[in-house]
């Protein structure tokens, strides 16, 4: 199992631009989330997916959106991308997202908006 | 509000010896997860530790155990015979229940750990 992949690793953008960030897991899992990790402030919680075609919004929403059209991809997608979206972004997966379910991470995508 | 707290941006240990690296946290669920990860200088997120809040007993891993007070609303990391390679950022997250019944997870700022040789 090659777990949790995100493409690209590196990113730069301009301001307005919009790109989307790939993530698949090939566990079966059911819940994927993104996260996106700023010095200081921990990892926050963009979206999240409980199955095909459910997805939720996390803590800091604002400037992406997803969709999950199969079990194994959830995308997220920067519309017009912003420096304050300079960050690291995390794809994760669990099981369930239930109780006891750990969740998996992907290798993470630098973004840079300049 | 669901929160999790690490009150320690840094911590320093010697080689070999132990260290506790603390996690607060606040939720009204009765039933939740709590989850300890470790980052490296690499960047990945390394799954160290499970804690679940009806579990009777602390959670271990090897050097890693989870030190739960669950009056005090407390998840603290404890790893044992330090080594070089312990040093890290470490995450306290916990899943709780949302609004619309499913769970999504939160974490905390993160601790520092320099293991000294």
């Known amino acids: 199992n090659a777990g949790v992949t995100q493409t690209p690793k590196f990113q730069v953008l301009k301001t307005g631009q919009s790109m989307t960030l790939q993530c698949a897991q090939d566990m079966n899992h059911e819940y994927m989330s993104w996260y996106r990790q700023d010095p200081g402030m921990g990892l926050r919680l963009i979206h999240y997916s409980v199955g095909a075609g459910i997805t939720d919004q996390g803590e800091v929403p604002n400037g992406y959106n997803v969709s999950r059209s199969t079990t194994e991809d959830f995308p997220l997608r920067l519309l017009s991308a912003a420096p304050s979206q300079t960050s690291v972004y995390f794809c994760?997966?669990?099981?369930?997202?239930?109780?006891?379910?750990?969740?998996?991470f992907g290798p993470g995508t630098r973004l840079t908006v300049l | 509000a669901q929160k999790i707290t690490q009150t320690q941006p840094g911590m320093f240990v010697q080689e070999k010896e132990a260290v506790t690296l603390d996690c607060t946290y606040d939720t009204s669920d009765p039933s939740y997860g709590l989850f300890w990860y470790k980052q490296p200088s690499s960047g990945e997120m390394i799954f160290l530790i499970y804690q679940g809040s009806y579990d009777q007993q602390n959670a271990t891993e090897g050097r890693y155990s989870l030190n739960f007070q669950k009056a005090r609303k407390s998840a603290n990391l404890v790893i044992s015979a330090s080594q070089l390679g312990d040093s890290a950022m470490y995450f306290c997250a916990m899943r709780d229940l949302t609004t619309s019944g499913t769970y999504k997870y939160i974490f905390g700022t993160g601790t520092r750990l320099k293991v000294l040789a």
């Open positions: 994760a997966s669990s099981y369930r997202g239930q109780r006891t379910d750990t969740q998996y």
